[in-house]
């Protein structure tokens, strides 16, 4: 039977997305948005709605009888818009344009929020079984998953969906991801002598160019891992006549299942160039828009589920009694099953409007039929999971 969610009301869904994209909502300044959501919750029904101590917005909705426990996740921060090149949509203005709605945050990801928000407040709670909670998470573009896992030790849930875009698909994986900070330590000296120093650059070269020829493990679904220099600085910067004697590279590393921070550090220091050079994973620390700090590594693990799981089953039958026809497919970049699906071990499945293209571009836009697909989609998987 086709699920065709006569109850979301498509006109409010809509308006609601105009207004989230209109709250500005960069990582750390989500107050605005969360406020707005946090009214719509409220507006919608959800029998309780609070925000925790990091931010992030937490509505739940519970069913007539006892059941399983389903988180929704979107994260509600954006990242910022570069000056050039121009915009020709009002980056927060929520313009609609034939069948697209414009601005930062419409696929990445406001809409998948206001989908999910919208599906949940709607379903029929005589057959709901169990309990849907739906998180609007904070500073997920700086440290993916880090707020999630205050999320989860509130909602204790027993599945995940997570809304980052998969084109109407059901992602059953995801890459994961590590900052690597590579250090060299050298002597200084005054440039018109070099010969009297150490130039901790040119340390540094032999162990770049090895890494730009290490080979990296593949997987059948996600991919290739992938390496890449993401920023190269010396000191004492600028180095007005002294030769360095020290210098830093960073590197993205993005990781694949079983991969683990001692693997992908050993990987490293294993080649003969390494000699002398110090690698690491990075540390993070971000302020949170309630004062609440979020610090730790930066390393948030890839993360796979088999096609037979009960979820992929319940989810695939859910968005296929809604309509759609998914394929099963991974995330190639990181979002928040890092800590759902990799630390938490929580079976989690990825599904959301649009497509991965569309994060972080000029003239970010989400298409109206998907959004509403995705709305009737995340109600196909809630009555399916949260079910007898």
């Known amino acids: 039977m086709v699920i065709a969610a006569p109850l979301i009301d498509r006109p409010r869904l809509l308006s609601f997305l105009h207004a989230l ?37 937490i509505g739940s909705i519970q069913g007539a009888r006892p059941g399983p426990t389903l988180l929704l996740d979107a994260h509600c921060d ?21 069948e697209r709605m414009y601005g930062r945050g419409t696929s990445d990801m406001k809409g998948a929020l206001a989908a999910m928000m919208y599906a949940a407040g709607a ?25 999630l896992k205050t999320v989860m030790a509130h909602v204790r849930p027993d599945f995940v969906v997570i809304g980052e875009a998969t084109a109407l698909n059901l ?58 220099l993401t ?25 694949l299942p079983g991969e683990s921070m001692e693997s992908v550090l050993a990987s490293l220091t294993a080649l003969p160039e390494m000699a002398g050079i110090r690698a690491s994973i990075a540390q993070g620390e971000h302020r949170a828009y309630t004062g609440a700090t979020l610090s730790g590594p930066k390393f948030f693990p890839a993360w796979k589920l088999a096609p037979d799981h009960p ?3 319940g989810a695939m039958a859910g968005l296929q009694a809604a309509g759609l026809t998914p394929a099963l497919g ?11 699906a990799g630390w938490a071990g929580a079976p989690t499945v990825g599904f959301g409007p649009s497509a991965e293209e569309q994060a972080h571009v000029v003239d970010e836009y989400i298409e109206l039929s998907q959004l509403f697909a995705a709305a009737a989609g995340y109600q196909g998987m809630i009555m399916t999971i949260c079910s007898e």
């Open 231 to 255: 920023d190269i600085i010396s000191e004492p910067y600028p180095g007005y006549s002294v030769i360095p004697s020290r210098c830093r590279a960073t590197y993205d590393r993005r990781t």
């Open 78 to 98: 954006t990242v910022g818009v570069a000056p050039t090149p121009a915009w020709q949509h009002d980056p927060f203005g929520g313009a609609i344009v034939g």
């Open 123 to 147: 379903v029929d709670r005589a057959r709901l079984a169990g309990r849907v909670v739906v998180s609007a998470t904070v500073l997920e573009e700086v440290m993916e998953g880090v707020a």
């Open 330 to 340: 991974a995330y190639r970049f990181c979002t928040n099953a890092a800590y759902s």
């Open 171 to 228: 992602n059953i994986g995801g890459r994961g991801r590590a900052e690597i900070v590579l250090e060299a330590a050298g002597r200084p000296a005054h440039s018109s002598t070099p010969h009297l120093g150490d130039n901790a650059v040119l340390r540094l070269i032999p162990a770049i160019q090895a890494l730009e020829q290490l080979a990296l493990p593949s997987d059948p679904l996600l991919g290739p891992a992938l390496m890449a």
């Open 311 to 313: 979820l992929v089953q």
């Open 21 to 57: 994209v209109r709250a500005v909502s960069l990582s750390g300044e989500e107050q605005a948005v969360v406020q707005a959501a946090a009214a719509g919750m409220r507006t919608l029904g959800y029998d309780d709605v609070f925000v925790d101590a990091n931010g992030s917005l």
